[in-house]
């Protein structure tokens, strides 16, 4: 098992671009979800998914799309990046329901915007 | 939709004496809290976490209790050590998994 696996880990864009994080888990999760963690903050949701086609917002959620074709993937969109994206991104999934437990994180992805 | 706050947002304490953290949160429908440790640069990690139907867990140095009318839980470390200094986030999920963190406790152990 690889567990939760993100990348690029780093990357460093000018403001307009766009780009994907890519996150993929192979623990057959319903739930994925991502986070965003600035310098010396907590962890704010931006979106998440309860199952393959079904997502929806989080607390930060403009600036960013996202998609669920599979259970596995769940790629994060930036359309035109701005400085305020900056940030250290977190991919993590986990059971829903009954079963509801442990969310398993991947080990970041570092974005910045110039 | 869940809102959980967090306090303090700093913890200095000595070797070995207790650390407390406090939460609460606003969503009836939250099941499962979850707490997590963070080390810089690092990804956060499961340290403990409750459900709804128990109000108390221990592991070793570290246990969480949980009173579900008053909405609270806490996070409670015995005996601390240098290397329990991090930032510690405590967590309220739905039944759906949706996960709503805390704002951190920056907890620094000072030898």
């Known amino acids: 098992n690889a567990g939760v696996t993100q990348t690029p880990k780093f990357q460093v864009l000018k403001t307009g671009q766009s780009m994907t994080l890519q996150c993929a888990q192979d623990?057959?999760?319903?739930?994925m979800s991502w986070y965003r963690q600035d310098p010396g903050m907590g962890l704010r949701l931006i979106h998440y998914s309860v199952g393959a086609g079904i997502t929806d917002q989080g607390e930060v959620p403009n600036g960013y799309n996202v998609s669920r074709s599979t259970t596995e993937d769940f790629p994060l969109r930036l359309l035109s990046a701005a400085p305020s994206q900056t940030s250290v991104y977190f991919c993590a999934s986990g059971k829903t329901g009954v079963r509801t437990g442990e969310l398993f994180f991947g080990e970041g992805s570092r974005l910045t915007v110039l | 939709g869940e809102n959980v706050e967090q306090h303090p947002s700093t913890l200095s304490v000595q070797e070995g004496d207790s650390a407390v953290i406090k939460c609460t949160y606003s969503?009836?429908?939250?099941?499962?809290f979850p707490w997590y440790k963070q080390e810089l640069g690092k990804r956060p990690q499961l340290i403990i976490d409750?459900?709804?139907?128990?109000g108390e867990k221990k592991d070793q140095r570290i246990a969480v209790t949980l009173n579900k009318t008053a909405k609270h839980f806490s996070l409670h470390i015995t005996e601390t050590q240098p290397e329990d200094s991090a930032v510690y986030f405590c967590a309220g999920r739905d039944s759906w998994g949706k996960l709503q963190f805390g704002a951190g406790t920056q907890v620094v152990v000072t030898p």
């Open positions: 969503d009836s429908a939250s099941n499962y």
């Open positions: 623990m057959n999760h319903e739930y």
């Open positions: 409750i459900r709804s139907n128990v």
